[in-house]
């Protein structure tokens, strides 16, 4: 071999690990359950708008969406996406379906977006007027209708005392409302700052609910240790949207905003809402940090309605080794 051709492999091979190096990462989407509407996937348009995604290694180009957690876990499955965000309850049915997942950070802490709103000229001062009165909620064994019952529980009232009226979903709640359909109906943001003013409030979970771990990060056991490098990083610029949220929140709602397709104000009131409230000391999005109480109160919420049956042992379905060192698992 000549010394030419040497230099010639030298020279390619060197050539081939700059390229290697220099080249972008593989994109990839991920999965979050209804992301543009509900307030938990809020952080995530951050990331997005501020290229936390990239500066922490993950190259995200775009998020897919679903209604339900368990389209969301199926669009995960089905097409490979090594990260999603959904409700601990359909981790855990799908888990007792076959499906191999992984609990890997608590991401909504709390449910401190729900309000319970009545009309301005309402009778109804607070819960314990609820007695005989219709009581709205989006659809049987869904949060809100387990939310509902603690919320009777808060005031000593069961939902024997009450006519539990389904609606089919938030907006359809306030619609129920205005047509005097139902007395009372739960208010998320972003739309509770949406109708701010219109209507009175008299519970707000934040005051009233213990903590409810009701949103979490999955992955799949196969993409768990193959893509590990991508899951960490998804985790950390979350994690960094959550603390710009914190420290930004008129910038973060106006982002929020353009994603959602609302007002600016609007954004910015359900921003700082979610940002400013604490339940028992717990702010509604965390870092990733595992809440196992919150975790285990959320699931035996959604076991009383029947959402989920039968028992399982949640730690089974922790792995919290993605999380950084000061965001690990809490009591």
Same mark, same amino acid.
């Given at each position: 071999m000549t010394r030419h051709w040497v230099r010639m492999c030298r020279g390619g091979m060197l050539a081939a690990a700059i390229a290697i190096v220099a080249a972008p990462a593989r994109s990839e989407e991920i999965v979050v359950s209804n992301y543009g509407v509900s307030a938990n996937g809020m952080p995530y348009a951050v990331a997005l708008a501020k290229d936390f995604f990239k500066a922490e290694g993950a190259n995200v180009t775009g998020i897919i969406t679903s209604a339900g957690g368990g389209?969301?876990?199926?669009?995960?499955?089905?097409?490979?996406?090594?990260?999603?965000?959904?409700?601990?309850?359909?981790?855990?049915?799908?888990?007792?379906?076959?499906?191999?997942?992984?609990?890997?950070?608590?991401?909504?802490?709390?449910? %401190?977006?729900?309000?319970? %709103?009545?009309?301005?000229?309402?009778?109804?001062?607070?819960?314990?007027?609820? $007695?005989?009165?219709?009581?709205?909620?989006?659809?049987?064994?869904?949060?809100?209708?387990?939310?509902?019952?603690?919320?009777?529980?808060?005031?000593?009232?069961?939902?024997?005392?009450?006519?539990?009226?389904?609606?089919?979903?938030?907006?359809?709640?306030?619609?129920?409302?205005?047509?005097?359909?139902?007395?009372?109906?739960?208010?998320?943001?972003?739309?509770?700052? $949406?109708?701010?003013?219109?209507?009175?409030?008299?519970?707000? %979970?934040?005051?009233?609910?213990?903590?409810?771990?009701?949103?979490?990060?999955?992955?799949?056991?196969?993409?768990?240790?193959?893509? %590990?490098?991508?899951?960490?990083?998804?985790?950390?610029?979350?994690?960094?949207?959550?603390?710009?949220?914190?420290?930004?929140?008129?910038?973060?709602?106006?982002?929020?905003?353009?994603?959602?397709?609302i007002e600016p104000a609007v954004g910015r009131s359900a921003v700082r809402f979610l940002v400013e409230s604490k339940t028992a000391g717990i702010p509604y999005w965390g870092p990733g940090a595992i809440h196992m109480d919150g975790l285990k109160r959320s699931l035996e919420l959604q076991k009383s309605i029947g959402a989920i049956s039968g028992d399982l042992d949640v730690a089974k379905l922790i792995d919290d080794r993605f999380l950084p060192a000061d965001a690990k698992t809490l009591k």
């Open positions: 389209t969301t876990l199926r669009n995960m499955l089905a097409g490979n996406a090594p990260y999603a965000e959904v409700t601990p309850n359909a981790v855990v049915a799908a888990a007792q379906q076959g499906a191999d997942l992984k609990i890997v950070s608590t991401n909504a802490l709390t449910v %401190a977006e729900f309000v319970w %709103a009545v009309k301005l000229d309402s009778s109804i001062k607070s819960v314990a007027d609820l $007695k005989g009165k219709k009581f709205g909620y989006t659809n049987p064994r869904s949060t809100s209708q387990g939310l509902a019952t603690l919320v009777l529980q808060s005031a000593g009232l069961k939902t024997e005392d009450v006519e539990l009226v389904k609606t089919g979903g938030f907006g359809e709640g306030i619609a129920a409302l205005d047509a005097g359909l139902v007395d009372v109906a739960p208010m998320p943001e972003p739309l509770l700052s $949406k109708f701010k003013g219109k209507y009175r409030i008299i519970a707000t %979970a934040s005051e009233i609910l213990p903590v409810l771990a009701n949103v979490v990060g999955v992955v799949s056991v196969a993409n768990a240790d193959a893509k %590990a490098d991508f899951i960490r990083a998804v985790i950390r610029a979350r994690a960094r949207a959550v603390d710009f949220m914190i420290k930004n929140p008129d910038e973060a709602g106006d982002i929020v905003a353009k994603v959602y397709n």
